[in-house]
């Protein structure tokens, strides 16, 4: 089975930084994904980790540590924009099947 | 930039009735997916699609759901009689590859509503 926690709400201050945790138990692993999704509106891709190690890309970087089943993203310099959800992922390896965490509510206040 | 599309944005329908979701992935794309999110709840896999033919599905996807790409262009989701906890958002996604980093991205989603 495939199981993914992370923290249901975070609140963080604009320009500040803010790491989101994720840990995952799963029957297989292919890759870990981040995906931000406003409210009402579709998941869209931010970043992907197969190999441990840091991914960065601008103000987000994820880190994966495959060994301790663990995952966080960082977000830097926040915007009020960054309020959002943010999900968790797991491909494993039988197939592309992603399963999601159940998301991190971020509030970003001035 | 390529997207998914997907319609209706919403579709409210009683109890009982078939509906039909449609999406029009990223035209290269070979790997098709369906996704659920009920309100205030995680993203749940529902099925996969490659070469005409399911490549995986969930324990969600049972008999009363079904998918087609009945065209080169169109990938759609029948639920056959819909129940009233089929309420949910409705995502369509594909990709280019189903392995490595390739990702699967997202359509704005399908609101449905069984009264």
């Known amino acids: 089975g495939q199981n993914i926690d992370q923290p249901t709400e975070m609140t963080a201050t604009e320009g500040a930084i803010v790491q989101i945790n994720c840990t995952y138990q799963?029957?297989?692993?292919?890759?870990l994904f981040w995906y931000q999704q406003h409210a009402g509106e579709a998941p869209t891709f931010l970043s992907y980790?197969?190999?441990?190690g840091l991914e960065e890309k601008g103000r987000f970087s994820s880190f994966l540590s495959r060994s301790k089943g663990y995952s966080y993203l960082l977000l830097k310099e926040l915007q009020m924009k960054d309020s959002a959800s943010y999900l968790c992922?797991?491909?494993?390896?039988?197939?592309?099947?992603?399963?999601f965490g159940g998301g991190t509510r971020l509030m970003v206040k001035p | 930039e390529p997207e998914v599309t997907q319609t209706p944005s919403h579709q409210v329908t009683q109890m009982g009735q078939e509906v039909i979701l449609r999406c029009v992935p990223i035209s290269n794309h070979l790997y098709f997916y369906w996704y659920r999110q009920i309100l205030g709840q995680k993203v749940e896999f529902l099925v996969s699609?490659?070469?005409?033919?399911?490549?995986?599905k969930s324990e969600i996807f049972d008999d009363q759901f079904s998918v087609e790409r009945p065209d080169g262009s169109n990938f759609t989701l029948k639920i056959r009689s819909t129940k009233l906890e089929d309420s949910a958002m409705y995502f369509c996604a594909s990709s280019e590859q189903a392995s490595g980093g390739d990702t699967q991205y997202f359509g704005p989603g399908t609101r449905l509503t069984v009264l």
């Open positions: 699609f490659y070469n005409n033919e399911i490549s995986e």
């Open positions: 799963t029957s297989g692993f292919n890759g």
């Open positions: 992922a797991v491909r494993n390896n039988a197939g592309n099947m992603l399963t």
């Open positions: 980790n197969v190999l441990d």
